[in-house]
């Protein structure tokens, strides 16, 4: 399925980018860019971790937990 590598990768952005977020001095322009490139990863991560659980094993479990994280 295609949803799986933009899951990945949007997961793997979201590590750099909050990594990124963290070190650099807050309030400064590196940090509100890796800050927001973080939110919009974990956005696409999220909802394509819930469009793959649909279906899946353990759906009951994997879709609210796509949508929490989504939320938080």
Same mark, same amino acid.
């Given at each position: 399925m295609t949803l799986l590598p933009i !899951? $990945?990768?949007?997961a793997g952005l979201g590590l750099v980018s909050g990594t990124v977020a963290l070190f650099a001095a %807050?309030? #400064? &322009? @590196? !940090? &509100? %860019? *890796?800050?927001? @490139? @973080? $939110?919009?990863?974990?956005l696409?991560? *999220?909802?394509? =971790? #819930?469009?793959? =659980? $649909?279906?899946?094993a353990w759906a009951a479990v994997n879709i609210? #937990? #796509? @949508?929490l994280t989504a939320y938080r």
């Open positions: !899951h $990945v990768f949007a %807050k309030g #400064a &322009r @590196l !940090h &509100r %860019k *890796s800050g927001m @490139l @973080l $939110v919009y990863a974990m696409t991560m *999220s909802a394509c =971790a #819930a469009v793959l =659980a $649909v279906g899946g609210p #937990a #796509a @949508l």
